[in-house]
C-alpha cells in the first residue's frame, strides 16, 4: 500500500557506489517521491513521498536490489550462488571453456567458436548491456556503458575470445565487490540483532499475574520486563526486583559484567547472566540506547568524508577525462600509422581501465569499516569528518572530574587518635547519615564497605558551612572542617602536620570530635581513574581544564604528569582556554562528560563525551562519545582514525596507481583487455580488502 509518510527502508545487494547513485537518482525520478536520501555505507533508503515496495525495487531492477521495510529482521538476501548474475556469470565460463577447447580443433577463426564466445558474451553481459545502451542515450558514462562500449568494440574488430573473457571477469569482480561491501557492514548488521525482536511482560488480571511474550514494538513505557538467567535484555529500563550482573559489552564495549541492583538502569541488547531481574521499562523500542547508537552509525556511515567529497569531485572530471583519453587513443594514432583496428582496440582496453569504481569505493569502505568497528567496540564516531579530523590531533584537553577521575568523592585516609579505625568510622557515619553534604555519601560508602555497623545517634544537628553533630551513647560527636573542631578543641601538632600534607595532595579533610577531644581525621578525594595516567602517558599533549581548585586541579595533575593545567574556570572560561589551544597547537580535542563541558566540546575540532550510555546529553552534544566511560578508548580511537587515513591514502594510490601503470602500456601498444581488466577489478579488490583490515583494529 502506498503512503506520503517518511519510509525507511534495508536494502540487499547493494555493492556498487555509482549503481547506488544511479537507483537514487531512479527513484527521484518517480513522480510521486518528494525527497529521498540512500545510505551506500548503512544500505539503508529514506524516502517521503507516495512510494511501493514493488516501484523501489523495479527503480533498482538494473542491480537486483531488494527492498524491505526498515522494521523487517528478516534476512532476505540471495546466496552468492543463487544470485542471478553470477549464475549467468558461471555459464558464460562454460560456454568460454567450450569455445576454447573447440578452438583447437577448428581454429579460433571457425564459426562455431565464435558463436559460442558470441552466446557467452550475450549469457554474462546481457544485464551490462542494457544498462549500458540507456546510459549511453543519457551520455551517462558509468561503469557499465565503459564496459558495454569496450565489449561490444572488441566484438566487432574480431576480439571475440577477449571480449568474452572480460565479461566473466567483470562479473566475477562485481560479485566479489558485493561480498566485501557485505563484510564491512557485517558490524551495523551485528549491532542490529543485538536486542531481541520480543520481550516477557508481566500482566496482572486482579490477583492473578502471568508472563505474555509480545513483539518489542508493543512494549509501552511502564510495562514490567521479566528477563530470566541467560536472556538478553529486551528494553531499556530500571531493575525493580532482584539481583545479577548483566554484560553490556554490546553497549558500552566492557569487557567485565557489571553488578545490577534494584535502581541500577539497564540496557536493550544486554546480557543478564546469573540472577532473574524484573525491569520497569523507561523507553519505546525506537528510543533505547542501542537504537540511538544504530541510527547514529548509520548517519555517520552517511556523512562524507573530507576524503570522500574530494574523491567524488575528482571522479566528476576523471571519467569523462577518460572517455576522451580513450578516443584520441583510438584516433591519433590510427590516422598516423593507418593501423586502425590495433589502436581501436588499445583505446577500448582504455575504456575498460578508466572504470571509476575502485577510486568511488577507495573512501567509504574504509569509513564504513572504521566506524563499524568503534560502535562493536564502545566508541560512537558521529561521522567520517570526525573519524578523519581526530587523526590529525595534535593536544588533547581533559576535564577533570568524572573524565580523570571517578566522579565520585572517596574515603583516601582514616587516621583514629585514642580511638580504634572501625569505632571512629561508626561514630562519624553516626552522624553523616542524616547530613545532606556531599562528603557524608563518601563516609558512609567507606563505612558499607568495611562492614562497619554506624551507631545510633539523636538530637541530629547541621551548622551550615562547619560541619555537623549528634549525640551518640551520651556524648557529643562533632564532624567537621579542620577550623571549625578547632574552635571546639585542641588538635594536636601531629594531626595537624598530617592535614596539612593531605590538603597539600588536594584531598578535603574532615575531623571527628568526642567531648572535647579531637578522636580522629578522614581525608577524602575524587579517586584518580586507573587507566588515567596510562592514557596520558600514551598521548603527546595533554592539558587538564577544571573547575575545581588549584590546589586539588595541580595534586592530580602532579600524580597523572599533566604540566598544562588550568583550574578554577567557569564554563565559558574552558571555551575561551579550547580556542587558545587551538591557536597554539591547531587541531585539539575536548574530553569531558558531555554536560558542564558543553560550549568547550562544541568549539573543540573534536569534542569527545564520556559514558555516553544512558546519557542523552552526551550522545548529543560530541562528535564522540565513549560509551562505557572507559579512558582506554581514546587512544584506540585515535589509532583507529590514524589508521583510517592511512588506509585512505593507500586506496587512492591503489586505485590510481594500477590505471596509470596500465595506461603507460598503451605507449609501446601492450595494453589489453585482459590486462585493463585485471587492473581494474585488482584495484577495486585492493581498496575493498585493504580497507577490511580496520575490522581487526583492536
Not at 55 to 82: C, M, W
Not at 248 to 277: R, W, Y
Request: charged share 20%.
Amino acid at each position: 500500500m502506498a503512503t506520503k509518510e517518511k519510509q525507511q527502508y534495508r536494502l540487499e545487494n547493494l555493492s556498487c557506489a555509482n549503481c547506488a547513485a544511479k537507483f537514487e537518482r531512479n527513484i527521484r525520478d518517480i513522480s510521486t517521491v518528494e525527497e529521498v536520501q540512500l545510505n551506500f555505507g548503512a544500505s539503508k533508503l529514506t524516502v517521503v513521498g507516495e512510494v511501493t515496495v514493488e516501484q523501489l525495487e523495479q527503480a533498482g531492477a538494473f542491480d537486483g536490489i531488494k527492498v524491505k521495510s526498515v522494521n523487517d529482521r528478516k534476512k532476505v538476501s540471495t546466496p552468492f550462488y543463487k544470485r542471478k548474475e553470477n549464475v549467468l556469470a558461471f555459464i558464460a565460463l562454460l560456454f568460454v571453456m567450450a569455445a576454447y577447447t573447440t578452438s583447437v580443433f577448428l581454429g579460433e577463426e571457425s564459426l562455431a567458436v565464435i558463436g559460442l564466445y558470441f552466446v557467452a558474451i550475450v549469457v554474462g553481459g546481457y544485464g551490462i548491456f542494457i544498462t549500458g545502451f540507456k546510459n549511453l542515450l543519457k551520455l551517462d558514462f558509468d561503469m557499465k556503458t565503459l564496459m558495454t562500449i569496450a565489449i561490444i568494440g572488441a566484438a566487432i574488430i574480431g576480439e571475440w575470445e577477449e571480449a568474452a573473457i572480460v565479461v566473466f571477469l567483470f562479473a566475477v569482480s562485481e560479485a566479489l565487490e558485493a561480498y566485501s561491501m557485505n563484510k564491512a557492514r557485517q558490524s551495523i548488521e551485528t549491532l542490529m540483532d543485538i536486542a531481541p525482536p520480543v520481550a516477557l511482560i508481566k500482566k496482572v488480571h486482579g490477583n492473578h499475574t502471568h508472563e505474555v511474550e509480545v513483539p518489542t514494538e508493543d512494549v509501552k513505557i511502564g510495562d514490567i520486563l521479566v528477563v530470566k538467567p541467560g536472556q538478553k535484555i529486551a528494553m531499556d529500563g530500571i531493575v525493580i526486583s532482584g539481583v545479577s550482573t548483566v554484560n553490556q559489552a554490546p553497549i558500552t564495549g566492557e569487557s567485565i559484567p557489571v553488578n545490577k541492583v534494584v535502581n541500577d538502569e539497564v540496557f536493550a541488547g544486554t546480557l543478564n547472566e546469573e540472577g532473574a531481574l524484573e525491569v520497569r521499562v523507561t523507553k519505546l523500542v525506537h528510543d533505547t540506547t542501542i537504537a540511538k547508537i544504530i541510527h547514529l552509525v548509520e548517519e555517520a556511515q552517511a556523512e562524507k568524508a573530507p576524503s570522500q567529497k574530494f574523491v567524488d569531485r575528482f571522479a566528476k572530471y576523471y571519467t569523462p577525462a577518460i572517455v576522451g583519453v580513450a578516443v584520441l587513443v583510438a584516433v591519433i594514432p590510427s590516422l598516423v600509422t593507418g593501423n586502425w583496428q590495433e589502436w581501436i582496440y588499445q583505446g577500448l582496453a582504455v575504456l575498460v581501465v578508466g572504470c571509476p569504481c575502485a577510486l568511488v569505493i577507495s573512501t567509504p569502505v574504509a569509513i564504513v569499516t572504521a566506524i563499524g568497528n568503534a560502535a562493536r567496540q564502545g566508541v560512537l564516531i558521529k561521522g567520517g569528518v570526525y573519524l578523519e579530523e581526530l587523526g590529525r590531533i595534535k593536544a588533547v584537553a581533559f576535564d577533570k572530574t568524572g573524565t580523570l577521575t571517578k566522579g565520585a568523592p572517596e574515603v583516601t585516609n582514616v587516621i583514629a587518635n585514642g580511638v580504634s579505625e572501625e569505632e571512629l568510622l561508626a561514630l562519624v557515619a553516626a552522624v553523616e547519615e542524616k547530613s545532606q553534604h556531599p562528603l557524608a555519601r563518601a563516609v558512609l560508602s567507606k563505612v558499607h564497605k568495611q562492614k562497619v555497623t554506624p551507631a545510633v545517634p539523636t538530637d541530629f544537628q547541621s551548622v551550615t558551612g562547619k560541619g555537623a553533630y549528634a549525640t551518640v551513647d551520651g556524648q557529643v560527636i562533632s564532624v567537621g572542617s579542620v577550623n571549625w573542631i578547632s574552635t571546639l578543641t585542641t588538635i594536636s601538632e601531629s594531626l595537624q602536620r598530617q592535614i596539612a600534607t593531605l590538603a597539600a595532595q588536594g584531598k578535603s579533610v574532615i575531623v571527628a570530635a568526642r567531648a572535647n577531644e579531637c578522636i580522629g581525621v578522614l581525608a577524602i578525594a575524587d579517586k584518580i581513574r586507573e587507566e588515567s595516567k596510562e592514557v596520558i602517558t600514551a598521548l603527546n599533549h595533554s592539558i587538564m581544564l577544571t573547575g575545581d581548585a588549584p590546589l586539588t586541579a595541580q595534586a592530580i595533575a602532579s600524580e597523572l604528569g599533566i604540566e598544562d593545567v588550568r583550574a578554577s574556570l567557569l564554563p565559558e572560561q574552558k571555551l575561551e582556554a579550547v580556542k587558545e589551544l587551538q591557536v597554539k597547537y591547531g587541531a585539539v580535542a575536548m574530553v569531558g562528560d558531555g554536560v558542564n563541558d558543553a560550549p568547550a566540546l562544541a568549539a573543540a575540532s573534536v569534542g569527545i563525551a564520556m559514558g555516553g550510555a544512558g546519557t542523552d546529553a552526551a550522545l548529543e552534544t560530541a562528535d564522540i562519545a565513549l560509551m562505557g566511560d572507559d579512558l582506554t578508548k581514546l587512544p584506540y580511537t585515535i589509532r583507529l582514525s590514524k589508521k583510517t587515513l592511512m588506509i585512505i591514502k593507500q586506496n587512492i594510490t591503489f586505485a590510481l596507481g594500477l590505471k596509470l601503470i596500465a595506461l603507460l602500456l598503451v605507449i609501446p601498444g601492450w595494453l589489453t583487455l585482459w590486462i585493463a581488466i585485471f587492473a581494474d577489478m585488482g584495484a577495486t579488490l585492493l581498496v575493498v580488502l585493504n580497507s577490511l583490515r580496520l575490522l581487526n583494529k583492536q
